[in-house]
């Protein structure tokens, strides 16, 4: 198959660049309507039981991430006619469409009695626009004795409040959320200059706005930075503008088809998928530098420009095709993983990838062979005096020094150990934003005067319909809420609770000294007075299922990580709770968004750990498949394994945590290293072949013709990876930083430990009657007097090929 692949390739180069063009036309309709993902997107498993959980917790109760949050601390705030501009603030947002309900300051429900019905009323603590300062401190005065509030929404230490805007489920999950918090935030502003009053925003709904506009902006940022980067490391190393023009029209197809596959699959763009179409551009461009430099190489043997796309498709396109393959096998190990946002990125940056070789083994042979011969000025990076000189001493340290080289490498292996003993793993819910954005300095300001606005919920399911407010079960879960409240960084609880409190301060009048459960002395008045609310009860439904047996804990924490998040609800909360409910006829539960985050956390460590031993697994199966030899496996997996263990020391040292986004680094850089050394030991074993399998001029060989490839990919790779660090994503910078130093460090690894491990371990000696994979292929063996079947190609007179078939 192999051999015939040039003849198909160059024969049929008109009908396959066309096809490639249908196909890309298709991709590009395919992609027309892809959309970025506005739901939230935990790494749970649907299948988990805690997942589960968070569902049916929905259902009866709404989404507990709905709400988006106003803060601010100014004490002109309570100046007349600043409030009334507030109030005027939260009335504009409370009409806007979308919105279900706006609690502020200025628009707080009171709980009155109603003597004539014997029932609880909610009544506006301010109906109307206060006239007077007077006026207002009366209100506010009487605002601060509503204990129901305190903590909630207002901080009575520091005059801190908030404007709580709950949307509509149906407006959360789409793209009418952008608008609606654009809106919001438009009036915000001018609220603030017309007061000078400084708002500040968070919530969940607030948060995945900011990310996904993030998201949107960084994907065109990157496919853009990308591009020009390659393309002036390409300029920089070739001096030619055919040998940048044509690799950028391979990877302007494969990115079009990278958003074709998200349409045909119909996925949406998150965090991770947005990054696939630059690290497409990224880890492609390799596959045209190894094809044209090998073309080059070959032009400048005998001056053939059929014979030298030939004998370039034919020696390198199944090392291309087994190198992408290996790359792919990093994404791809994802697909095994349990987690929808990883498998969705596995299974486009993957199978784009493949696509990738097919493009690239395509079209730059095709192109090349309508394109005149290379020029002597083309032709100069192959003499480049500073890569000549650098691998000249490459091969020197190899040949003279190999035994320097393996201890250099376990004093560093040993370094980098000890930095591994130091990694730790930890995850922020706004992990990705920068310390000195708005938005992390805005949480700051919540998590500071109200304990954060991550959402937290405890469920409490009694087994009896209307048992929530039975007396006993009040008094187990106040027990409960006084147990939780001196916690740092998680907010006063809110439950029924501390609405039969407020109910029984309302049936003293408001007086703040009765905001408690109801006694033995006043409970049947008040209950009596709760069972004629009749319709009116529908406050009752966010903290009560419609059965009354199920009620819910609301409460607030900071994000404070998943180390101290796991650690308080698994160590504090849930102790507490069980405690209080030892009873069995009672069951609990903590869910919510905050716990699904820490529990995705974990999963994602644990599935991506799956995934690279995975990959080392395939990777390794695949070596054996080539070389049928335990020691070239051996020798070709250590090059590529020490580089994993540099980085992992490294983020050791530099307090760097394993979070999601740097552990896919591995699995990927792995990937990806690894093709170095499947080229370099390609030629190796070529060379072998043609030098009577004397070693050390097979590695010299070797160094000097792949190792210009390697090093100018691997310049790529290093900064196609490094221009992530201008991601405001803090996730993103580190696996582009990371990725680039691994990468980095397993270029050095394949041009100095590989070959050393080689001179010192392979004989050289072959079995002449048995003959592994890598060497039954034509290609791999040198044969300089080959002549090309010009007619098999079929190419006519006027055709631009024609003229470069015979030696000159």
Not at 311 to 336: D, M, S
Not at 401 to 421: D, N, P
Not at 517 to 529: A, K, M, T, W
Request: charged share 20%.
């Amino acid at each position: 198959m192999w051999s015939k692949l040039p003849h198909i390739v160059l024969k049929y180069r008109f009908i396959l660049i066309v096809s490639v063009a249908l196909v890309t036309a298709f991709m590009g309709f395919m992609a027309r309507d892809i959309q970025l993902a506005f739901n939230f997107n935990t790494a749970v498993p649907d299948t988990d039981e805690t997942y589960i959980y968070f569902q049916e917790f929905k259902e009866k109760f709404g989404e507990d991430g709905n709400i988006l949050v106003l803060g601010t601390k100014d004490s002109s705030l309570y100046e007349l006619e600043n409030f009334n501009a507030y109030k005027r603030l939260g009335e504009k947002i409370a009409e806007s469409e979308g919105v279900t309900n706006v609690i502020s300051l200025a628009s707080l429900q009171n709980v009155v009695k109603n003597t004539e019905n014997r029932s609880f009323d909610l009544e506006p603590l301010m109906p109307d626009y206060p006239e007077s300062q007077n006026e207002l401190d009366s209100l506010l005065d009487k605002a601060l004795s509503l204990k129901f509030y305190t903590g909630q929404l207002l901080n009575p230490e520091n005059g801190a409040t908030l404007i709580l805007i709950n949307m509509e489920r149906e407006v959360l999950n789409s793209v009418n959320r952008n608008y609606l918090v654009a809106d919001i935030q438009e009036m915000g502003e001018q609220f603030t200059a017309e007061t000078g009053i400084e708002l500040h925003y968070s919530g969940m709904p607030f948060v995945r706005t900011v990310m996904q506009a993030k998201t949107s902006n960084e994907l065109r940022l990157f496919i853009v930075l990308s591009l020009a980067i390659t393309a002036l490391i390409l300029f920089l190393f070739f001096r030619s503008w055919v040998s940048v023009v044509v690799p950028l029209i391979v990877i302007s197809v494969v990115v079009v088809w990278v958003m074709g596959f998200v349409g045909i699959f119909n996925y949406k763009i998150n965090v991770l998928t947005g990054l696939i179409p630059s690290i497409i551009v990224v880890i492609g461009i390799p596959n045209a530098v190894y094809l044209i430099n090998k073309y080059h190489q070959e032009f400048v043997k005998h001056n053939n420009k059929v014979k030298a796309l030939s004998r370039t498709v034919r020696k390198i396109g199944l090392v291309t095709f087994i190198t992408n393959f290996t790359t792919a096998i990093g994404f791809l190990v994802l697909l095994t993983t349990d987690i929808k946002i990883l498998k969705e990125f596995g299974m486009v940056a993957g199978i784009n990838i493949l696509a990738t070789f097919i493009v690239s083994i395509i079209l730059i042979p095709g192109i090349l062979s309508y394109l005149p011969p290379p020029k002597g000025s083309q032709l100069k990076h192959l003499e480049f005096k500073i890569v000549g000189k650098f691998l000249m001493l490459l091969d020197l340290l190899v040949h003279r020094h190999r035994y320097r080289v393996f201890a250099a490498t376990a004093v560093i292996i040993t370094v980098a150990i000890i930095g591994v003993t130091k990694l730790y793993s930890v995850a922020y819910m706004v992990d990705d934003i920068p310390e000195k954005s708005t938005l992390k300095q805005d949480l700051y300001f919540f998590e500071d005067n109200f304990s954060g606005v991550m959402p937290l919920e405890i469920i409490i399911d009694f087994g009896k319909p209307k048992s929530t407010l039975n007396a006993r079960n009040l008094r187990s879960v106040d027990r409960l809420e006084t147990a939780l409240e001196p916690l740092e960084n998680v907010s006063s609880p809110i439950s029924i609770v501390s609405f039969a409190k407020a109910v029984r301060q309302a049936f003293y009048n408001g007086n703040e000294r009765f905001y408690g459960l109801p006694s033995p002395s006043d409970r049947n008045v008040i209950l009596s007075y709760l069972s004629n609310q009749g319709d009116n009860a529908n406050f009752l439904n966010s903290f009560v299922d419609s059965t009354g047996q199920v009620m819910r804990v609301s409460l607030k924490i900071a994000d404070m990580g998943s180390i101290k998040m796991d650690s308080i609800i698994n160590n504090v909360i849930e102790p507490e709770i069980k405690k209080v409910f030892d009873d069995d006829e009672v069951e609990t539960a903590v869910t919510g968004s905050t716990l699904l985050f820490v529990k995705g956390n974990k999963f994602l460590i644990e599935n991506l750990r799956f995934s690279l031993l995975l990959a080392f697994a395939i990777i390794a199966v695949i070596m054996a498949i080539l070389f049928a030899n335990v020691r070239m496996i051996i020798i070709s997996l250590i090059p590529n394994f020490i580089p994993l263990i540099m980085t992992a020391g490294i983020m050791g040292y530099f307090g760097i945590p394993l979070k999601p986004s740097t552990a896919l680094i591995f699995s990927i850089a792995f990937g990806i290293s690894v093709d170095d050394s499947i080229h370099f030991l390609a030629k190796y074993r070529q060379e072998l072949f043609a030098k009577k399998f004397f070693v050390p001029i097979a590695i010299s060989n070797s160094i000097k013709e792949t190792g210009s490839s390697m090093l100018y990919t691997s310049v790529i790779l290093f900064f196609g990876f490094v221009i992530f660090v201008f991601s405001d994503f803090g996730g993103t910078v580190a696996l582009g930083l990371l990725t680039s130093l691994t990468l980095f460090f397993a270029m050095l690894t394949n041009l100095t430990l590989l070959p050393a491990l080689l001179m010192v371990f392979d004989s050289g000696k072959r079995n002449q009657n048995f003959h592994p994979l890598i060497e039954h292929y034509e290609f791999y063996i040198e044969d300089e007097d080959e002549e090309i079947d010009t007619q098999n190609l079929l190419i006519k007179e006027n055709d631009p090929f024609v003229g470069t078939t015979d030696k000159e």
